[in-house]
């Protein structure tokens, strides 16, 4: 049984930060690539970015360039999610991914962190 758990969440004013974190758990685990995902009030969840461990090669939405940083420890199954300048269109419950091998897609998912950003 594979889990993730993210922590990091909370409330934030606008033009803080905040630092997500994901621990993947589970007997051999090992990911192809590890991401994160939100889902905002009343939107489809939609993708921040991903970590992939071969290559270390990062991807981000393009509303998240410049502002979060995706980095991690593939030995520890670990990703964090490092969120600055954070505007209140950010809020959205925040939800890290695992992909199994690059033609599974993101086949795990945690539960979610809730991030909420003050005007």
């Known amino acids: 049984q594979v889990q993730l758990v993210e922590s990091g969440g909370g409330l934030v004013q606008a033009g803080g930060s905040l630092r997500l974190s994901c621990a993947a758990s589970?007997?051999?685990?090992?990911?192809?690539?590890m991401g994160w995902f939100r889902q905002g009030p009343g939107k489809e969840r939609e993708f921040v970015a991903e970590l992939r461990w071969s290559d270390n090669r990062t991807v981000y939405a393009d509303s998240e360039k410049g502002r979060f940083t995706i980095s991690g420890d593939n030995a520890k199954n670990t990703v964090y999610l490092q969120m600055n300048s954070l505007k209140p269109e950010d809020t959205a419950v925040y939800y890290c991914?695992?992909?199994?091998?690059?033609?599974?897609?993101?086949?795990?998912w945690g539960q979610g962190t809730q991030v909420t950003v003050s005007s």
């Open positions: 991914a695992a992909a199994s091998r690059a033609d599974t897609g993101y086949n795990y």
């Open positions: 589970g007997r051999t685990f090992s990911s192809y690539a």
